[in-house]
């Protein structure tokens, strides 16, 4: 079979997700309420209407069943090393309501435009530019990145082996920041096959030293291309002697080749003996033989390597962590300072020591003052107590490398050469910038006033600041309430545990979560639109998961080994498919258009009675492990209606209580579909486009429609996630509805 478009076929991204259109403001839930508004009801005494009856509204409630087309897990966090299991009510597997509640509006949100929800990071940032990558496409995106880095004040970017990235040593001294530069042009490098082989045998005290797998194997944990994050701590800023060649060549980019490396480290004030003066030969003429340049192979002639004289430098030994390609390097700083030091703003250290900088494996290898590796604590000074973990230490130096704009102020700087830079400023986050004003959380834009018009979600569910400052209270609670969906027959679960990985591209992927131009963006050269454009860009929608399966195949593979877990896998026991669950959800005062707009969010495209529950139309997806393909389910509503005033006259439970029919169910679909269709209609008059036929056409529930579609779901290879190795070609994730279109010859038959 045909593996399906990907990055090798005119670099179109593929993504177990999608992206839903924005539009240039929401659908204001006033436009649900006209016929009320004509009656005198006003929105505020609507939404304040949950201890009141106002006539003309509709109470009652759905009942859900929901039909597992998938395993499926909705769970909570096991102990440690153990199974996440199932959420259970009364010993009985369940979907929590508050899941329940989290995909009607989510799906109300992508129907009618709602407001995005809260933002996922406070800042955004990319990678310093170091070098550029071998693929022209790559390398296109990369020189557009150093211009970018370059205007935004941070220094002229790096272009190794000419402009190295400086580095220095971050001190914390009479309350301000300081980078005492080191006196080398740049830190020294050294292979980490020669730092095992030196550690075992000169380094009696530390515990063994792993390597990195070659790229493409795994080592016994499954972790690819770099060392495991938790066996760094030990090595981590540990003080050495370390063994440099210096050899005499004329050429600069040579001179790094030749003089900036170590073959050997020692012990901190060993002095070197014959035999490892002996093991720094062996090393260099070994690294100079498997050198292809001409300049290597003149100089190897003259012998130049083997009468250089050997210089011994105090360094401190740093670890960089995860490296796509595999880490094949350390690094040393010499431990002397050279020139004055740098000042760096308290906030750009805030911003560094952020949750959005520090990452696990700075949690894991830069403890606080009180938890020092081997080699990092300084007795002469006292310790502090108050930093968290992954921040920079109070009471010892801690190397960094950095860069400084035109008037030498630093303005960047990170633990590694490749370290992340802020994207604007601390003003406006680019996520401000790319989502229209209007379609913001006012929650999560920054100098936004109470009372704005109500978004459809937020009139149904309530929030916190739904009226104007005028108002004595300006929140409102909704008026729809989710209770649990229960398993009505056992739900099986899962034969076994599946081990399932968390780790999923962010926001950061600019490719895939930004709009880009139609120009030149799937050739060798693109233009592409990056997060560093500010103000030019813009997001690309809201984030859905495509329906994702093709048979329970891949499942068992997913079995846990007896090997230990990765930082970002979990082992879950899924409910198996075919589970059935049946829940309940209550609402008041609802008008027919929004009741209407609650049914369309639970039934989506498929008929007033919900369809086939085995192969539908169209099903949400829910819970963990979305991307993987877990946790697609099909739904089918049956509402009932409250007549409160026949309630009151009689004592018989049933009393004012009907079934609504399809014939009724139809009309309040209705009701909100012809009310979406008017609005999107004004809305392309006020913006001067072409508006939709029907509710159906509207671009973002188009859009929505295919991405929730089950039974012509997209083939599993056009939903696969990418590997590092395409992420790095920059490839663009096509629009849904382009990649229905794109994937039409794999499509599964119906």
Not at 288 to 306: M, V
């Amino acid at each position: 079979m045909h593996p399906g478009p990907g990055p090798g076929e005119d670099y179109r991204a593929v993504a177990p997700y999608g992206l839903v259109p924005l539009p240039e403001r929401p659908m204001p839930a006033e436009t649900l309420h006209a016929r009320l508004q004509q009656e005198g009801v006003t929105q505020r005494d609507l939404l304040r209407s949950h201890d009141s009856r106002i006539p003309g509204t509709h109470t009652g409630w759905i009942d859900v069943d929901i039909h597992a087309l998938t395993p499926l897990f909705l769970g909570t966090a096991g102990e440690d090393g153990k199974e996440n299991r199932p959420f259970v009510i009364n010993e009985a597997p369940a979907v929590p309501g508050s899941a329940l509640r989290g995909l009607v509006r989510n799906q109300l949100r992508l129907l009618t435009g709602g407001e995005t929800g809260p933002v996922n990071t406070p800042q955004l940032f990319f990678r310093a530019p170091v070098s550029s990558a071998d693929n022209p496409r790559s390398r296109t995106v990369m020189q557009e990145l150093h211009r970018l880095y370059r205007d935004e004040r941070h220094g002229t970017p790096p272009s190794l082996p000419s402009n190295p990235m400086p580095a220095g040593f971050l001190r914390h001294e009479d309350g301000k920041w300081r980078i005492y530069p080191i006196a080398t042009e740049r830190p020294l490098k050294i292979q980490l096959e020669h730092l095992k082989e030196d550690f075992e045998e000169c380094f009696s005290d530390l515990p063994p030293f792993p390597l990195p797998p070659e790229p493409g194997q795994e080592n016994e944990e499954k972790r690819e291309n770099y060392i495991p994050a938790e066996y760094h701590r030990e090595f981590q800023h540990l003080k050495v002697t370390a063994l440099c060649p210096e050899i005499d060549v004329p050429k600069k980019n040579a001179t790094y080749e030749y003089n900036y490396w170590a073959m050997a480290v020692l012990p901190e004030g060993e002095a070197m003996e014959e035999g490892d003066e002996e093991a720094v030969r062996q090393r260099l003429d070994h690294r100079w033989k498997n050198r292809k340049s001409q300049d290597f192979r003149r100089a190897l002639e003259e012998n130049r390597h083997e009468a250089a004289p050997i210089r011994e430098l105090t360094c401190v030994l740093v670890l960089t962590g995860v490296a796509a390609g595999g880490r094949k390097n350390a690094y040393l700083f010499p431990d002397e300072g050279a020139g004055a030091p740098l000042d760096v703003p308290d906030d750009l250290v805030a911003l560094m020591e952020s949750a959005s900088q520090v990452t696990q494996f700075q949690e894991r290898n830069f403890p606080n003052d009180e938890d020092v590796a081997v080699g990092r604590a300084d007795p002469g000074r006292p310790a502090v107590r108050d930093n968290k973990y992954g921040s920079f230490a109070r009471n010892t130096p801690e190397p960094v490398w950095y860069r400084t704009d035109d008037s030498g102020r630093v303005v960047s700087f990170g633990r590694s050469g490749g370290y992340r830079v802020a994207v604007g400023d601390t003003e406006t986050t680019p996520i401000e910038r790319a989502v229209p004003a209007a379609v913001l959380s006012p929650q999560h834009a920054k100098n936004h006033a109470p009372g704005r018009a109500v978004d459809v979600p937020r009139a149904l569910f309530g929030d916190i600041d739904l009226f104007g400052a005028e108002e004595r209270v300006t929140a409102a609670r909704g008026r729809i309430s989710f209770g649990s969906a229960v398993s009505t027959g056992g739900a099986p679960e899962y034969p076994h545990p599946l081990r399932v990985e968390l780790l999923n591209p962010g926001r950061l992927c600019f490719a895939n979560y930004v709009v880009q131009p139609a120009r030149n963006k799937w050739g060798t050269r693109p233009d592409l639109l990056t997060w560093a454009h500010e103000d030019d860009i813009r997001l690309g929608g809201y984030k859905v998961y495509l329906h994702r399966y093709d048979g329970d195949q891949r499942f068992r593979d997913m079995s846990p080994s007896e090997d230990r877990k990765g930082d970002t896998e979990r082992d879950i026991r899924p409910i198996d498919k075919g589970a059935g669950f049946s829940g309940r959800i209550t609402f008041t005062n609802l008008t027919s258009a929004e009741l209407g707009g609650l049914l369309r969010a639970l039934l989506l495209g498929n008929p007033p009675g919900g369809g086939d529950q085995h192969n539908p139309t169209h099903a949400h997806k829910i819970g963990m492990g979305k991307a993987l393909g877990l946790g697609s389910v099909h739904i089918r509503p049956r509402l009932y209606l409250v007549a409160p005033e026949a309630r009151f006259e009689s004592l018989d439970p049933d009393a004012g209580i009907r079934a609504a029919d399809r014939t009724e169910v139809s009309d309040h679909l209705a009701a909100f579909d012809g009310a979406l269709t008017e609005w999107e209609r004004s809305e392309a008059v006020r913006l001067r486009r072409a508006g939709p036929d029907d509710w159906r056409s509207i671009a973002r529930v188009e859009a929505l429609l295919l991405a929730t579609q089950w039974r012509d779901r997209l083939p599993w290879e056009c939903t696969r996630p990418m590997d590092l190795k395409e992420y790095a070609l920059y490839p663009v994730l096509p629009t849904i509805q382009e990649r229905f279109s794109y994937c039409e010859a794999h499509r599964r038959p119906s």
